[in-house]
């Protein structure tokens, strides 16, 4: 499989991201499903499947609620109505939100990208005719819950997680959403208002609603 989708062209719009590097490190095969085919991964109708997507659907409205306050929405009028998990969650984060991020810049929701040069690659036999070579580059993206930064100083990404539990640190220090968050910020920097900056100066951090006191 890992042949195959070395040997496969892709679409010339198509963007790396840190979800499609994870899933073929985890899975060559959802990676083809889902970003080579754009086919739908198979679900299982099965409780701890149908649980995880509950589960997002719940990450998903959090996110969004953390959204309405980060931009100044009084957290009296985002939080009325709420139900657990929703409002433990949100009351943790209201009580644990790291206090020492960066205020001069706060991004939400920020989408950045950079091209990442790399080699031609050799035209594909396809039986009947050879494929277009591989372009020289390709995009990669990073969609960012939150960037806090200083003009010329220290930038944080923070992400918002609700997985049920917190990994261990080094289990995180090399997901791929580790590594690439900091390297296309540091990539895009040039074009923010605060930037450029150096690899040095961002840190990556994940704030769990399963341990909100240990972002």
Request: glycine share 4%; net charge negative.
């Amino acid at each position: 499989m890992r042949e195959k989708l070395m040997s496969t062209p892709l679409p010339p719009t198509f963007a790396f991201s840190q979800s499609s590097l994870q899933a073929y490190e985890d899975c060559p095969r959802r990676f083809w499903l889902a970003y080579v085919e754009q086919l739908p991964w198979p679900a299982v109708e099965a409780s701890p499947v149908q649980e995880h997507e509950a589960l997002l659907r719940l990450g998903e409205r959090f996110h969004r609620l953390i959204q309405r306050t980060e931009i100044g929405i009084d957290p009296a009028a985002v939080v009325a109505g709420l139900e657990p998990p929703l409002s433990t969650w949100f009351d943790a984060y209201l009580r644990h939100r790291p206090a020492d991020l960066p205020e001069a810049f706060v991004e939400i929701e920020r989408i950045l990208s950079t091209v990442i040069a790399v080699q031609k690659s050799a035209p594909v036999d396809t039986g009947d005719s050879q494929a277009e070579p591989q372009p020289l580059a390709w995009r990669l993206a990073a969609r960012y819950d939150l960037i806090a930064a200083e003009p010329d100083g220290r930038v944080v990404i923070l992400d918002w997680k609700t997985t049920k539990r917190r990994p261990d640190p080094a289990t995180l220090r090399f997901r791929w959403q580790s590594i690439v968050y900091p390297f296309v910020l540091v990539e895009a920097s040039a074009a923010l208002p605060w930037g450029p900056v150096r690899p040095e100066q961002v840190e990556m951090r994940y704030w769990f609603t399963a341990a909100p006191g240990q972002p």
